[in-house]
């Protein structure tokens, strides 16, 4: 028999795209593309994010320009660029009988005569002037899509101008020359057959240094317009011009160039794999593609643009880490405590996950029981509660928990025993709510999977084992459990994510009361966006959920070896 040795050497070119990376122009291309794809993943935001910074920069800008140019509105706002018009709003007294007169509104053009205002642009002006003259502040300013108007009150007069909000013109093509040059650098070394994965990474992070760089340079010429203007503006009305700073110093640098290495170093082998797949096999991708752009657009995106809002503050200035040091870090004088909600929401998830369980387990050993009659319709109804939308089985269960009038207590009271305030001031009151809606939502998915595992279940390893002289509870412990293991397991990761972040139970029973003390972290989280309107700390609250959740999944899927009886 000839032996692998002596067998001669196959001198035939690899196929197409299975060749290391950097040999063939094929390869060569393959890279070049993965380099032009991946690079606009770290550019893209960052590009985003500079515009986003200057942007903010500008509006306010705008707003203090507008501010003086109101200020200055009697003498026609000269020396403020942009003034479309101005405008004063005086009280007209009241006559004879003592009825207040209307509002006097004058109205002039950008040279200072008077003109008529039309209908929408005199609403908008009344309605700002009495914001400001019922306010205590410096003034107001109200923007739309194409005019900027700000208001102030003067010595009982509202004076306002009306102006054009400057342009934010944040050049892009910068970037796209950085990407080509650095696709045209990979598919260079790929022909010379350098493209290894250190001098990808090098071209990769210089090409996000420049691109960074270029970002910054962008980001500080309009800084330096938008100074002058203000300058210029300041010598006609003060107080003095606000100070511009935008996030896009060494560290944006820094951060653009390691994020561009990180990626490549972990993607751009994969990535130069796809596309030379994709030139083998064009009609699978093709297939698949319709599902990859939905996730990308309705996953991917909304994912990083929540991210992305994390590290901001209302008014969109990048705080970096401050949102997350507010809920991890929690004061005297902090509207909530992140550690009691998370302590809340773990207590939550492991007695209803538990309930869940046990509940769902038993019930299918029961309809499992081939003696049982009407095991069909008894299999309907009680999948029926998972069935049932959860915010109509949550608003049914807060009815039955009403203290006046619910089931519950009229329950109790046929036992003779006294009325519970189920959704009053007590904290175990509501959190029992809360755990009896849930666990009545959740238990039918548990006992569809226990079923379904039980029917799989070989009949002749319960024989073999009755033989052996094994009872009912040996045969559940050394045979059913295990092999429920790679059914179940699975399951109880999904239902405590699920549970974990189960809004609709605990706002509309309990509504987190009593003092937001029932709230779990994803309720805790809508009430930093709808009640607090912090929605910087609502998103970082959405993703210290995500981490957690996350490193639960990878955690237990590690322990448990959910998975392994699927690939063996």
């Not at 109200?142 to 013109?169: I, M």
Request: hydrophobic letters at 50%; proline letters at 6%; a neutral charge.
């Amino acid at each position: 028999m000839r032996s692998d040795r002596s067998a001669p050497p196959d001198d035939r070119p690899p196929p197409p795209g299975h060749g290391p990376v950097g040999t063939g122009g094929g390869r060569a291309l393959d890279a070049a593309l993965a380099m032009a794809a991946l690079l606009p993943a770290v550019l893209a935001p960052a590009w985003f994010f500079g515009r986003a910074e200057v942007t903010r920069e500008v509006a306010a800008s705008d707003e203090w320009r507008g501010l003086r140019a109101a200020g200055g509105a009697a003498g026609g706002a000269a020396g403020v660029p942009g003034v479309l018009q101005t405008f004063e709003v005086a009280s007209g007294g009241v006559d004879e009988f003592g009825i207040a007169r209307e509002e006097r509104l004058v109205v002039r053009d950008g040279t200072g005569a008077a003109t008529r205002p039309d209908a929408d642009l005199e609403a908008r002006v009344r309605e700002v002037s009495a914001r400001v003259a019922s306010e205590a502040g410096p003034g107001r300013c109200v923007r739309d899509q194409r005019t900027l108007l700000c208001a102030v009150a003067q010595a009982g007069t509202v004076r306002g101008a009306v102006l054009t909000p400057s342009e934010v013109r944040f050049p892009a093509w910068g970037l796209c020359a950085v990407i080509g040059v650095a696709a045209v650098g990979v598919w260079g070394l790929g022909r010379q057959g350098r493209a290894g994965r250190l001098s990808v990474a090098v071209v990769a992070g210089l090409a996000g240094l420049v691109g960074a760089w270029l970002i910054a340079q962008a980001a500080g010429g309009i800084l330096q317009d938008l100074s002058a203007v203000e300058s210029a503006v300041a010598r006609f009305a003060e107080p003095s011009p606000p100070t511009h700073a935008t996030a896009t110093g060494p560290a944006f640098l820094a951060i653009v160039t390691l994020a561009c290495i990180a990626l490549f170093l972990a993607l751009h082998a994969p990535a130069t794999r796809l596309f030379a797949n994709l030139r083998d096999r064009p009609l699978v991708y093709a297939a698949i593609a319709p599902a990859v752009i939905g996730m990308i657009l309705l996953i991917f995106v909304p994912f990083f643009m929540g991210v992305y809002l994390a590290f901001l503050d209302n008014s969109g200035r990048f705080v970096g880490l401050a949102n997350f040091g507010e809920i991890l870090f929690p004061t005297e004088t902090s509207d909530t405590n992140f550690y009691f909600t998370l302590g809340v929401t773990v207590l939550w998830t492991v007695l209803n996950v538990g309930l869940h369980v046990l509940i769902g387990l038993a019930l299918a050993l029961v309809l499992s029981d081939p003696g049982l009659r009407g095991r069909a319709v008894y299999r309907v109804l009680l999948v029926v509660p998972w069935a049932v939308p959860n915010y109509i089985t949550a608003l049914i269960w807060k009815w039955i928990f009403n203290t006046q009038y619910g089931p519950a207590n009229a329950f109790l009271a046929l036992l003779g025993l006294d009325p519970v305030d189920w959704l009053g001031r007590s904290f175990w009151t509501n959190f029992v709510a809360n755990l009896t809606t849930n666990t009545w939502l959740g238990f039918p998915f548990m006992m569809v999977i226990s079923l379904g595992a039980l029917q799989s279940i070989p009949a002749e390893l319960y024989e073999a084992a009755k033989m052996d002289g094994a009872g009912r509870w040996a045969s559940f412990r050394h045979i059913t459990l295990p092999l429920l293991k790679p059914a179940l397991f699975p399951a109880i990761i999904l239902g405590t994510i699920w549970t974990f972040n189960m809004f609709n139970v605990v706002y509309l029973v309990s509504g987190g009361a009593p003092d937001n003390q029932t709230n779990i972290l994803i309720t805790e989280a809508y009430r930093a966006f709808r009640v607090l309107k912090n929605y910087g700390l609502a998103a970082a609250y959405s993703l210290i959920i995500f981490v957690i959740l996350a490193a639960y999944t990878a955690l237990t899927n590690r322990v448990t070896r959910a998975a392994e009886s699927v690939y063996e």
